[in-house]
Every structure is written in C-alpha cells, then in structure tokens.
C-alpha cells in the first residue's frame, strides 16, 4: 500500500524568507506526483505535476523536485508571501492504477508579515 | 471557465438518515472521482468513474456508499443509514482523460456533512 508522509505537519515562516516542504512516499512504482494548495474551507487546487520521467517542475515561486529512488519530492517556495499560507498536499499515482491518488496528511504552511 | 461545483457545501443531518451529495463536473471531462477528507487528514479515493461507468470503487468503505453517474456528466454520491463515522468533507474532482500520466485532477470546493 503506497504510504505519503509529509514533514513538517505545520510550518511558520517571516515573509520574504525561502522555504522547502517535504514529501516521501514509500512506493517506487510511483508513476507521478502532484502538489497541491488547500485553502480553509475550499477545495483543492493543483500547483504542480511531476511525471515519472521527469525531475521537476517550475511555476513562477514554485519549483517541485521529485525523485524516485529516494522515493522524495520536494516543493521550493521562494521569496514567500502572506499570500502563500495555507496548507499544502502531496499526492503519489501508482503505476498500474493512474488515476487514484494517495494523499499526505499536508503541511500548514503560515507566512507572516 | 466553470469549474467543479459541489451542492450542497454543507449538509447537516441525523444518524440513521440517507443523503445525497452533488458534483457537477468540467464541461467535457470524462474522468470523475470523489474523496472523503477527514478532520486533519489528507483526502481518500472512494470511486472513479469513466464515462458512465464506474471503473474503480475499491475505495468505497461498506455498502452504505453509493455512486452514480447516469449521463456521464453530474454525478451523486449516496450514503445510507449515516453514521457519526461518516462525518468529513466530500471532495469531487474531474479530468479530461483520466490518465494521470497528463491529467491533472481539477477538486471542487467540498460538501461538509455534519452526521449529528
């Protein structure tokens, strides 16, 4: 059964500072990884995609490393901003069933001014 | 566009009644899926529909829980006999394809039910 965890649970921070939330999985045979935001009392929105055949992936702030053999992503905030707290989800895909994802617990992140 | 929408957002009701939660999906997106998110928890996969159909309902937890999608588009989640256990938020969220290899999952804002 794939297992994510994501280290730290919860994560305050002084604006402008760069920051690096972590994400380990212990399936090999993960075929992707998404990151994800989830703001209080709103659904989830999708930041960024790793496939498998890929290492990261960047989005203005963001960048999401993955790698496989460590069974590890990382997600990179730079320069953060009050706008950035809330809490952030890793989600692994497995091989064979590309469709269900298996979600960490998630990391709050609270970035203050 | 519009995204995924879920009605009611919240949804309050007594053990031993029967519900049922809406999601309405993407315009045009074939795959659709619902997770369950307990307090402090990630969300869980309960049920994967392609089309009309549904693909994977491994995540189902017992016989009380339902899915249909009729026309391959609103699908409903219904739960019998509700119990406390079964209080979380309802998350629906759909895809174009369903091959995650290029998809990305698009959630909806929730239904939370309140099982009193």
């Known amino acids: 059964k794939q297992e994510v965890t994501q280290i730290p649970a919860a994560l305050s921070v002084p604006e402008g500072e760069n920051l690096v939330l972590n994400c380990s999985f212990t399936?090999?045979?993960?075929?992707?990884l998404q990151w994800f935001r989830q703001d209080p009392g709103k659904g989830l929105t999708s930041l960024l995609l790793i496939q498998s055949s890929q290492r990261e992936q960047t989005s203005g702030r963001l960048n999401a490393s993955l790698d496989k053999s460590s069974g590890r992503s990382t997600l990179y905030i730079a320069a953060s901003q009050p706008g950035d707290s809330a809490t952030y989800l890793c989600?692994?895909?497995?091989?064979?069933?590309?469709?269900?994802?298996?979600f960490g617990k998630g990391t709050l992140l609270t970035v203050n001014p | 566009g519009a995204g995924v929408s879920q009605t009611p957002s919240n949804k309050v009701t007594e053990k031993g009644k029967y519900v049922e939660l809406r999601c309405d999906p993407i315009?045009?997106?074939?795959?659709l899926y619902w997770y369950r998110q307990s307090l402090g928890q990630g969300p869980e996969f309960l049920i994967y529909f392609q089309g009309t159909g549904a693909a994977d309902d491994s995540g189902l937890p017992n016989d009380r829980f339902f899915a249909v999608r009729p026309e391959g588009s609103v699908s409903t989640l219904k739960i019998q006999r509700t119990e406390r256990g079964d209080s979380a938020v309802y998350l629906c969220?759909?895809?174009?394809?369903?091959?995650?290899?290029?998809?990305?999952?698009?959630f909806g804002p929730g239904t939370r039910l309140t099982v009193l």
């Open positions: 315009s045009g997106h074939t795959a």
């Open positions: 989600a692994g895909v497995r091989g064979g069933s590309n469709y269900k994802l298996t």
């Open positions: 969220a759909s895809s174009l394809r369903g091959s995650v290899n290029t998809d990305t999952q698009y």
């Open positions: 399936d090999s045979a993960i075929y992707n």
